[in-house]
């Protein structure tokens, strides 16, 4: 039963609320002053007069601020409730013009869903009332010393939604952050919700800010995070810098990291991420995807031994799905002391096999692809031998697919896990240069044409040949571990590689063939060079011999002779 009022109760209406919810609900209700106020405006006008048991402003309204300062001069339990003014509709929305004064009663709620929650102008079911904040300004501070609730309420702009660094216990539960009642965007916060200490941050939906959700602190027993939807968080959906958090259940989307586990004022130990469930479908596995980087990373000290990453599940993120990153490349180990994914052996579509820490537990994952920043289907849960660590598993049913991973956890209950082990990793080929060419590998799985990227088993040597087209230059390799005698690029699958080949046109001398680039134009004829010109043969001139000579025929040739003269006879 809730009763809102829009004065404080009299003692002994108290008295007849607290008997009421002890009968009804079974709940312990505290004696002393207890007051439940309903706000009527969408004004921003503080309370007329502090501590008279009324929430009144200038104006005879009840407005948030005017509650929120009524409530904590008055002390005790105190409940915030909005009227019939705020259905979720147009003229729903509270603008602040400063912040206001953090929440401090010894037990609180605000509660903007306390009739039902509404049919938004987005035409989505959620808050009833916006509260739009000032750039800079905590649009909601909660600071009480026992349990405060804040719920169904629409936060909009503002440096922080919800902040909670000196306070008890915190419920922060089906708010909008981020966005408005119509749906759209609101002023990017700084973070979502901030918390230093126990909270429950429950089916919130955040969007658009640096980070969704910062938990930081030294309190012994955590938070529980936990079926929130969170997406465009520039910086981490949700960091964690303190321990004993529970994680689970939430959406995570188009973030820089997804979840982000990093060491603070305290040591970031003991946190679980993800669901523990054996079925098919875990609902509190954490869904991951389309991260920038990571989608799980711990970067912690390396004494930090017991974080735990279960059941979780997610495709698209840009980083490795579990990263664990060294503080320091000089560290030893790095983050739960160094532990390495499990050795896949052998995996089949009816089981799998390997080795792990003797007693550690291995869960096996189907992706749908073979990239790193992916955690498909759970196939089941093996536990390694005592000894030898020895693990084996066989599938319940057969995968839809045959990329395998697997995780590792030291203890099922507590110890700290590792990275994923993956079975296949891609090749990828592009192929450059004004020529044309083919590229095949051995083993088959690429044709390139038609398939120029292909997966192939962990570990394994693949061998490119590039076969140039007519008219193209023998393929040039870039991006192979080595170039064999046979000109074949060798690459060893030790992570997902690319590979370049390059084919060239070979330059034309002429006749205007295909050339191997396939030009639709005339080739332009090659000019036929000009004749050199010959020396005409020489004419011969008739032998005219001089006087005193005569021609004469000897051996065919024609020459002159001396004519002799006659001798006188006396």
């Not at 550690?360 to 390694?384: D, I, W």
Request: proline letters at 6%; one cysteine or more.
């Amino acid at each position: 039963m809730t009763i809102r009022l829009h004065e404080k109760f009299s003692p002994f209406g108290k008295l007849i609320l607290g008997a009421l919810l002890v009968t009804v609900l079974g709940l312990a209700v505290p004696a002393l002053a207890s007051a439940a106020w309903t706000v009527d405006s969408t004004g921003d006008q503080t309370d007329q007069t502090l501590g008279d048991g009324f929430c009144k402003t200038a104006a005879s309204t009840c407005t948030l601020r005017a509650a929120i300062e009524e409530s904590n001069a008055e002390g005790g339990t105190q409940e915030i409730f909005f009227g019939p003014t705020f259905n979720g509709q147009a003229g729903s929305t509270i603008v602040l013009g400063s912040a206001l004064p953090a929440f401090h009663p010894a037990l609180g709620e605000i509660n903007g869903v306390s009739a039902g929650a509404c049919l938004t102008s987005s035409l989505a079911t959620g808050p009833c009332v916006e509260v739009d904040a000032p750039a800079g300004a905590k649009t909601l501070e909660v600071s009480a010393g026992g349990e405060t609730t804040i719920k169904g309420l629409d936060l909009a702009g503002g440096a922080v939604g919800i902040e909670a660094l000196a306070a008890g216990p915190l419920v922060a539960e089906e708010n909008w952050i981020g966005k408005k009642l119509d749906g759209t965007a609101a002023t990017a916060t700084s973070t979502g919700v901030n918390v230093a200490d126990a909270a429950a941050i429950v089916g919130n939906s955040i969007s658009g800010s640096p980070i969704g959700v910062h938990t930081s602190g030294a309190d012994a027993q955590g938070n529980r995070i936990r079926l929130n939807v969170i997406s465009g968080a520039t910086s981490a959906g949700i960091l964690i810098e303190n321990s004993s958090n529970q994680v689970f259940g939430n959406q995570v989307s188009n973030s820089g990291i997804g979840i982000r586990i990093h060491d603070g004022t305290a040591p970031a130990e003991e946190n679980k991420i993800g669901g523990v469930q054996f079925g098919a479908v875990d609902p509190d596995a954490n869904l991951i995807t389309g991260s920038a980087g990571a989608a799980i990373e711990i970067n912690t000290a390396s004494t930090s031994v017991a974080n735990k990453v279960l059941r979780n599940g997610g495709s698209g993120n840009g980083g490795p799905f579990i990263a664990l990153v060294k503080l320091s490349p000089g560290e030893p180990k790095g983050p739960n002391e160094g532990l390495q994914p499990p050795v896949i052996t052998t995996a089949t579509l009816t089981g799998a096999s390997g080795t792990a820490e003797p007693e550690s537990f291995v869960r096996v994952y189907a992706n749908a692809t073979v990239g790193e920043g992916e955690m498909g289907t759970f196939l089941g849960l093996a536990e390694a031998a005592p000894i030898t660590g020895a693990w084996s598993l066989t599938y319940a049913a057969p995968p839809a697919t045959a990329n395998f991973a697997a995780s590792q956890t030291t203890a099922e209950d507590e110890g700290s896990s590792s990275a994923l082990a993956f079975t296949k990793y891609v090749l990828k080929v592009q192929k450059a240069g004004s020529g044309a060419g083919t590229v095949t590998s051995a083993p088959a799985g690429i044709n390139c044409g038609a398939q120029c990227e292909a997966s192939f088993a962990k570990g394994g040597l693949v061998k490119l040949l590039g076969s140039a087209a007519a008219g193209s230059s023998a393929v040039v390799w870039a991006g192979c571990d080595a170039v064999n005698g046979a000109g074949e690029c060798e690459v060893t699958m030790s992570a997902a590689k690319s590979v370049t080949a390059t084919f060239d046109l070979i330059p034309s001398s002429g006749g205007g063939g295909d050339g191997g680039g396939g030009g639709s134009g005339t080739p332009t004829p090659t000019p036929t060079p000009s004749p050199v010109p010959t020396k005409p043969a020489p004419v011969k001139k008739p032998l005219k011999c001089k006087a005193g000579f005569k021609k004469k025929t000897l051996k065919g040739k024609a020459i002159c002779v001396k004519v002799k003269k006659a001798k006188k006879h006396h």
